[in-house]
């Protein structure tokens, strides 16, 4: 079963570095999404991403955060400037269209 | 805007006991909503969605749940508990369908032998 990939699984980071995120989407998918959960808080809509450019932003997603999809396969979320709060667990998703969406595993960030 | 919450933030059901998780939701059109699961180091599954079509959805591993628009609600619910259920349920809702969906805070289950 198709499924989306996320790279790396865990990332430790000094304060002020910048990180990529990497998701491979599933295959046959349009949109895209990021998504993150602060340890202990909800699940929370960072951006989608259709047709090569943003279709929405949450407030959270700020001039530090920019996605891309470089290629045919890839998805990225950079942070330019990690900040000690951007410490979550970050997850990609996409779909088709409109219903389910289809979760990463996810990509646990520590910021120190 | 829409809005999810889930009531309990943790449940301890017996094995073989019924499982009823707890959401209601806030939106002014009609809503999608979706029941996902997260197990321990992994990413969010669906467990099942509402679309407008039956009020009473079916979902893997023997879940279901049923929509109220009385009530606001879209509890998620198993006849007997299996130790494998032990997890964390997300419910989630958008009004446009699309990928921008809020969730609930998440319940977390834990079941007892």
């Known amino acids: 079963e198709p499924e989306v990939t996320q790279t790396p699984s865990h990332q430790v980071t000094q304060m002020g570095q910048e990180v990529i995120l990497r998701c491979v989407p599933i295959?046959?998918?349009?949109?895209f999404y990021w998504y993150r959960q602060i340890l202990g808080q909800k699940v929370e809509f960072l951006v989608s991403?259709?047709?090569?450019?943003?279709?929405?932003k949450s407030e959270i997603f700020d001039d530090q955060f920019s996605v891309e999809r470089p290629d045919g396969s890839n998805f990225t979320l950079k942070i330019r400037s990690t900040k000690l709060e951007d410490s979550a667990m970050y997850f990609c998703?996409?779909?088709?269209?409109?219903?389910?969406?289809?979760f990463g595993e996810g990509s646990r960030l520590t910021v120190l | 805007a829409q809005s999810v919450t889930q009531l309990g933030s943790h449940v301890s059901v017996s094995e073989g006991a019924l499982v009823l998780l707890r959401c209601n939701y806030s939106s002014s059109v009609p809503p999608y909503l979706f029941w996902y699961v997260q197990y321990p180091n992994q990413g969010l599954q669906l467990l099942l969605k509402y679309t407008s079509a039956a009020t009473l959805v079916k979902g893997i591993n023997g879940f279901e749940a049923e929509f109220k628009k009385s009530e606001t609600s879209f509890h998620l619910t198993k006849p007997s508990a299996h130790m494998s259920d032990a997890a964390e349920y997300f419910c989630a809702v958008t009004t446009d369908s699309w990928g921008k969906f809020q969730f609930g805070a998440g319940t977390q289950v834990v079941v007892t032998p």
């Open positions: 998703a996409s779909n088709r269209g409109p219903g389910e969406l289809f």
């Open positions: 295959s046959n998918h349009l949109y």
């Open positions: 991403f259709y047709n090569n450019e943003i279709s929405e």
